[in-house]
RNA sequence: GGGCUCGUAGUGAAGUUGGCCCAUCACGCCUCCCUGUCACGGAGGAGAUCGCCGGUUCGAAUCCGGUCGGGCCCGCCA
């Protein structure tokens, strides 16, 4: 049987058999510590035997091991227990040490991520970058609980697609048995179609731009939270949404505060209901404090973007705001958005911005199904073209009023923790210049 | 796509107004010492043709040209 490092403080006085890495040695002399790293963190081992010692001589960090001993409760013990008069068994022998720390901090200066990606696979075996990842697995773990209670219902919609009809980014295209297909841009057309089933909808699945983008927060492969739901007002929306951040980073600092203190991450401080500021308000405000005109311009700069971040957080006490009343005269207008009812320039859509970056563009659909074919034709669009034919039908046989967002699950990860670049809050990234590991 | 910037042991850095440098420091690695470490401590050691190619020069990590590979910002975009 197998007892955990997590099992370790309850089973003082017994004989227990612990499997995992050799992640520290230390030796002093007559002493030697090891701990051995495994699922749930790691276990102290005090080695007194010399020739239990010697089993490790020639071996680096990363070695499998078995270890038997007795638990012993020790207040001096990380945990508050350790292995006592151990006996060794080497699983897999490490002979080559690793090309990088993975008990020290690592460099995450931008002009060190690349190693940090060469050597990911290791790299991560550091507890604190795991951190970063498991913090990833509980905003999906949290938002999928919250909308799973919201009756949404989780599905898979396909990235591989006949072609690329909603415009905007550029997408990528390979051969699909002789006729072009292209990498889904995002989940748009699906989930606005299973509105039509399902009321409320959700996929968290990777998105493909082929956008020439060299930034810190730009992939060319990312995870979207595509959430649509129907019958909501864009008020709701909003509110839903809000709550959404919430919970997760209720749920975040509730499992994981502790680790996140290594990265000096700071619980984000949230409104329930985010604040809202008009696209107009933001441009005027900025203005202002930099003496410039923003007012051609359509969407935020990204200066704007963390501008608007510090002055939301200390004028309206959150660090997530909704930026609204978009133009739905210029190019940030998709023909599948809505315009506003009150004033047909504007559309009901809306920006969430947090720590300085879109995580989330959070707009109301066009559900009336010949409003949406001439906003069709307005862009430029063809609605008989094929791409658009079976997105039509759901609107054609009755599509209520809707809306939804997409988040960027990196972008949110980054950003809780205080990440300066997406590409370190995601596992393997792709960008521009990187297609490995 | 445009601008700027960086490349020095396995890792992270210093040196970059040419010569004190066949290259310095820290971590890691090897040997030894050390009985409570937890970024252990101490002594010693190995490890780099300074991204690559060419040029200038008595002399190049350092200057020039080219080239390859990163990064940051802007644009695009989310």
């Known amino acids: 049987m197998r007892t955990l490092s997590s099992e370790l403080k309850a089973a003082v006085g017994k004989e227990v058999t612990v499997k995992g890495w050799l992640h520290k040695k230390r030796a002093l002399g007559g002493l030697t510590f090891i701990n051995i790293r495994d699922r749930k963190g790691l276990v102290q081992i005090l080695i007194e035997n010399k020739d239990e010692v010697e089993k490790l001589r020639g071996l680096q960090i990363g070695t499998v091991l078995e270890v038997k001993g007795t638990v012993i409760d020790e207040d001096r013990a990380p945990g508050g227990a350790e292995l006592h008069e151990p006996e060794l068994t080497i699983l897999v022998s490490v002979k080559d040490e690793p090309p990088i720390e993975i008990d020290k901090p690592l460099s995450h200066k931008s002009d060190n991520l690349d190693t940090l990606f060469e050597y990911r696979a290791i790299g991560l075996r550091n507890l604190q970058e795991q951190t970063v990842f498991k913090v990833q697995a509980k905003v999906l773990e949290s938002l999928r609980a919250y909308l799973i209670e919201n009756d949404f219902t989780e599905m898979n919609t396909p990235k591989l697609l006949a072609e690329a009809t909603e415009g905007g980014a550029e997408v990528f295209k390979l051969d699909y048995f002789g006729k072009t297909a292209t990498l889904a841009q995002s989940a748009q057309f699906y989930k606005q179609m299973m ?128 930026i609204t009343d978009w133009s739905s005269t210029d190019k940030t207008f998709k023909f599948y958005h809505r315009k506003s009812a009150k004033n047909p320039t504007l559309a009901d859509r809306s920006d969430l911005l947090f720590r300085g970056i879109e995580i989330a563009t959070v707009p109301m659909r066009e559900n009336n199904y010949d409003v949406l074919v001439q906003q069709m034709k307005d862009a430029g669009l063809d609605p008989a073209h094929e791409g658009f034919k079976y997105y039509l039908q759901a609107f054609k046989y009755g599509l209520p009023e809707h809306g939804g967002f997409g988040m960027g699950l990196e972008r949110l990860t980054e950003k809780l923790i205080g990440l300066d670049n997406v590409k370190e809050a995601t596992l393997f990234p792709r960008d521009i210049n990187r297609l490995t590991p």
């Not at 492969?221 to 919970?247: H, K, P, Q």
């Open 195 to 322: 509105v039509g089933v399902f009321e409320r909808v959700f996929e968290t699945n990777p998105t493909y731009r082929a956008e020439p983008s060299a930034t810190t927060r730009h992939m060319s492969e990312y995870i979207t939270i595509d959430v649509e739901m129907g019958f909501v007002t864009f008020e709701e929306l909003l509110a839903f949404t809000s709550g959404l951040v919430n919970r997760v980073v209720e749920q975040v600092w509730d499992s994981y505060g502790d680790d996140l203190k290594k990265w000096n991450a700071q619980k984000p401080v949230l409104t329930p209901d985010f604040p809202r500021m008009s696209m107009a308000e933001v441009h005027e405000l900025y203005g202002k404090a930099h003496n410039v005109d923003m007012s051609d311009e359509g969407d935020l700069t990204p200066d704007e973007e963390k501008w608007i971040c510090q002055y939301a957080k200390k004028q309206l006490g959150s660090e997530a705001v909704f």
